[in-house]
């Protein structure tokens, strides 16, 4: 009677493990369902997404062999992630920037404003993480793009002609003779 309750307790403690080990599948599906939150510009749940695929560790699946259709590239998703993630937040800073626009009284204006530049610091961020963990040249200059755009958007000059001072760090990455970094 004991050998069936050691067993019992085995089979059920291995299937609480197993339930909790993260597949590839399950990785792409994940970021599936976050792209149609972003497409449905529902961007804090799209935000969610993401950063769950960004916060899995698995000594069980290799996440840089994780590979995500995104545009014409393939992308480890836990790059594309990032990337998304900075984009999330990119278009979460237009809203608020229109929201601050339309405002009629001073309060809403400030709050929207002040909403804005926070997304604006952490989609840089997550440009500047992705940047630096990609191993595709063709993100590493559309990171740096969006960095620059992400600031231009708040008309943060001195930022943007410091993120274009920085893009000589990149030049390597070039993509074609006439593109200008």
């Not at 969610?48 to 014409?72: A, L, P, Q, T, W």
Request: glycine content about 4%; some cysteine.
């Amino acid at each position: 009677m004991s050998i069936g309750y050691v067993f019992l307790i085995i089979m059920a403690s291995s299937a609480y493990f197993v339930s909790h080990v993260p597949t590839p599948d399950q990785m792409i599906s994940d970021f599936q369902d976050a792209q149609k939150f972003y497409t449905s510009m529902a961007y804090d749940q799209a935000l969610d997404g993401y950063n769950n695929i960004d916060s899995i560790e698995s000594r069980f699946v290799d996440e840089d062999k994780v590979i995500v259709e995104f545009g014409d590239m393939q992308l480890r998703i836990k790059d594309a992630a990032l990337y998304q993630s900075g984009n999330s937040y990119f278009k979460m800073a237009e809203d608020e920037l229109r929201i601050s626009s339309e405002a009629e009284d001073d309060q809403e204006k400030g709050s929207a404003q002040k909403l804005a530049l926070e997304y604006v610091t952490k989609a840089s961020g997550f440009f500047n993480m992705a940047q630096d963990k990609t191993t595709n040249d063709e993100l590493k200059v559309l990171s740096q793009n969006r960095i620059v755009n992400t600031w231009y958007l708040l008309n943060d000059y001195e930022k943007v002609v410091g993120r274009t001072k920085t893009n000589r760090k990149i030049s390597k990455f070039r993509l074609c003779p006439g593109c200008f970094i």
